[in-house]
Nanobody, 122 residues
Framework: VQLVESGGRLVQAGGSLRLSCAVS????????VGWFRQAPGKEREFLGAITWSHRLTHFADSVKGRFTISMDNAQNTVYLQMNGLKPEDTAIYYC????????????????WGQGTQVTVSS
């Protein structure tokens, strides 16, 4: 399974940004895609996830109400829509595949993208 994130860039505080995660090589129907981020000097943080089956989503409290996750009809691309961005949202953003579900724990995810940088200026 290969994942490629895109869409990261410099954005002003209060702005919006949509990240994309292109997924290829998947041969299983279960599981889902999670979004994480990691800021310098901090641990990787779970943001939210979506299941391939029924497209169920769940989010970390820290981003609930500001971030949403969606998937295209072919289930090849997963999007992270981020609104009301703050300087503390600055980080490298990663998508990952959990073949067994759409967990919060990063250890559940076996496949990761290379990340895309999001920088929010004040």
């Amino acid at each position: 399974v290969q994942l490629v994130e895109s869409g990261g860039r410099l954005v002003q505080a209060g702005g919006s940004l949509r990240l994309s995660c292109a997924v290829s090589g998947r041969t299983f129907s279960a599981g889902g895609v999670g979004w994480f981020r990691q800021a310098p000097g901090k641990e990787r943080e779970f943001l939210g996830a979506i299941t391939w089956s029924h497209r169920l989503t769940h989010f970390a409290d820290s981003v609930k109400g500001r971030f949403t996750i969606s998937m295209d009809n072919a289930q090849n691309t997963v999007y992270l829509q981020m609104n009301g961005l703050k300087p503390e949202d600055t980080a490298i953003y990663y998508c990952a595949v959990d073949s067994g579900g759409a967990a919060q724990a990063s250890q559940a995810y076996s496949y990761w993208g290379q990340g895309t940088q999001v920088t929010v200026s004040s």
